[in-house]
């Protein structure tokens, strides 16, 4: 059986066999009340489930399907909200990066520099992110084969390795483009992932995506998240990525695929339940082999 390395998230240093860990927020930063409500909230749940919590919250979301589209603060306002979000409830903070540039400026501020799905194959951004970043979580792109992973953690490797840092990375399955306006998720991509060595996790929000879907906004199929989270956790996942909103009818971005808040509890305590039984018996997996 694989052993996969530790992940630094914040000052929590997840291990291997350790309860699920999660990175859960609103898909954009709306506002900076909205923010620490959603942290607030996500965190005493969390606490009282024994969940490592990362709260997550886009400043730029640069991947729009419409010119006119919300794309959130910038970098500047939102790293101001989220450094605020850090300090006032106690939680790391992730965030996404779309240039060299902002993977610098962001690492002042963010426990987990994300990359987005779309810019996973940026050499450079890939590269100066793990060379800055404390930890980083990159999320597999729709076009990606999961053994292409393994050219995505070399270069996370020799990033960490030219700046002298640790190698803290997760890989974040979001699934793949099936035909056009439509995603499907492999469940055997798990187990090819997690051979690289390196935490697992499934994105079950954007997975349930209609990329285009609306003309010009994303679609989503908000009532399959459970059916694949549950699926994905069975397949050996160490953590989850899912988004929520107080009013997902009102949601600046992706309000058909994010969790209304008032629903975050039960949900997630079912599939924590779910990931510790399935944790205890992936050590008695055998091998198929003849």
Request: aromatic fraction near 6%; glycine fraction near 10%; include cysteine.
């Amino acid at each position: 059986m694989t052993v996969i390395h530790s992940l630094e998230l914040g000052d929590h240093i997840w291990k291997h066999g350790d309860p699920l860990f999660l990175f859960c927020g609103p898909c954009v930063i709306e506002s900076e009340e909205m923010c620490l409500r959603v942290a607030d909230r996500v965190a005493a749940i969390c606490s009282a489930l024994n969940i490592t919590y990362v709260f997550k919250a886009s400043y730029d979301k640069a991947n729009r399907s419409s010119i006119d589209s919300f794309r959130g603060p910038g970098i500047e306002d939102g790293l101001k909200v989220l450094r605020k979000v850090k300090s006032e409830i106690g939680v790391p903070v992730m965030s996404d990066v779309h240039t060299d540039e902002e993977a610098v400026m962001a690492s002042e501020v963010l426990d987990v520099i994300q990359i987005p799905a779309f810019l996973c194959r940026q050499t450079s951004l890939v590269h100066t992110a793990a060379k800055h970043g404390k930890t980083v979580n990159v999320k597999k792109g729709q076009f990606l084969s999961p053994w292409d992973v393994g050219n995505i953690v070399k270069k996370v490797e020799e990033g960490a390795k030219s700046g002298g840092k640790n190698v803290n990375l997760s890989i974040t399955e979001r699934g793949s483009s099936f035909g056009y306006q439509n995603l499907v998720v492999d469940m055997k991509s798990f187990p090819v992932v997690r051979e690289f060595g390196y935490p697992v996790v499934f994105d079950c929000t954007h997975s349930v995506q209609l990329p285009g879907g609306l003309g010009k906004a994303t679609g989503g199929q908000r009532e399959f998240i459970e059916v694949l989270a549950r699926a994905a956790i069975g397949a050996g996942v160490d953590g989850l990525f899912m988004e929520t909103h107080p009013d997902v009818r009102a949601a600046k971005s992706d309000g058909t695929n994010q969790i209304p808040l008032d629903k975050f509890e039960g949900l997630i305590t079912r599939l924590k339940n779910l990931h510790d039984y399935v944790r205890e018996g992936l050590g008695q997996m055998e091998s198929m082999e003849p």
